[in-house]
């Protein structure tokens, strides 16, 4: 494919996919190059310095496509009055399973380096069963950790069993934390709030992967003496060569199908 791409943004993911579409064969450019390319790749999440964003949409020539992330209303509106096509990859389904991988190793870290005690046989409690949440379960589980997971499906949890890993229902969190030092929740609700977080041992760390604004009351954990964490773009923050090279995969599938 020999597309030119405008890669906006110069954080690691960002230049980490510029790098995998330069590999693929694409010409890339930065931003001062817009007018030339055939497609826009912007940074996820795009939400802030929307005056340049708008100049750059601008200053593409008709028929470009512009592809982010996660895309904000402000985002939509500025591609809108520029006329340019804009398409979210983070919507398409194999990048938020790829996605899982880079999230669930980035939590492992943080429960390292944030406890005392090793992964193995600790006891770890789980909120919810989607693609995060069983990447984290089964890296927990094969690094030795106790695994329960939480999860309000039936479904999830007979998926969690046939993991081998404990399974209880969601409304039966109250009576389960008590057990924990350790929950990761990727449920994206308030799953737990104060009273959930009054029967967690004090000092036990929560890890909250949950998109904004998280299921976690983050004030209450902290008036408890509780550590928890809004882990938020952990592929981008821990593997960030490897969450650039998905998003590239990921572009170059998008305009190869418009393209069949």
């Not at 993991?163 to 737990?192: C, I, K, S, W, Y």
Request: aromatic content about 4%.
């Amino acid at each position: 494919m020999q597309t030119c791409f405008c890669v906006v943004g110069t954080d690691a993911r960002q230049r980490a996919a510029a790098q995998a579409l330069r590999e693929a064969g694409c010409a890339v450019t930065g931003a001062e190059g817009a007018g030339s390319a055939g497609a826009i790749l912007l940074p996820m999440p795009m939400d802030a310095e929307q005056t340049d964003l708008a100049r750059i949409l601008r200053a593409a020539r008709p028929g470009t496509v512009a592809l982010g992330g996660r895309i904000s209303e402000p985002v939509h509106r500025a591609a809108q009055e520029a006329g340019i096509e804009l398409i979210d990859y983070f919507a398409r389904p194999e990048l938020a399973c790829l996605n899982a991988v880079p999230t669930a190793e980035g939590c492992l870290a943080l429960l390292m380096q944030r406890r005392r005690r090793t992964i193995w046989e600790s006891p770890f409690l789980v909120l919810g069963y989607g693609r995060i949440g069983r990447a984290v379960a089964d890296r927990l589980a094969a690094l030795g950790g106790r695994v329960t997971v939480a999860a309000r499906s039936a479904e999830q949890r007979a998926n969690a069993r046939c993991a081998a890993h404990r399974a209880a229902p969601l409304d039966q969190l109250e009576r389960l934390l008590p057990g924990f030092d350790a929950v990761v929740n990727t449920v994206p609700a308030m799953v737990l709030g104060r009273a959930q977080l009054e029967k967690l041992p004090r000092g036990a760390l929560i890890v909250d992967l949950a998109s904004r604004p998280g299921g976690t009351d983050f004030a209450a954990a902290a008036e408890l003496g509780l550590a928890a964490e809004h882990a938020l773009s952990l592929p981008a923050r821990c593997a960030p060569q490897t969450a650039g090279a998905l998003v590239a995969q990921t572009v170059l599938s998008i305009l190869q199908e418009r393209s069949t």
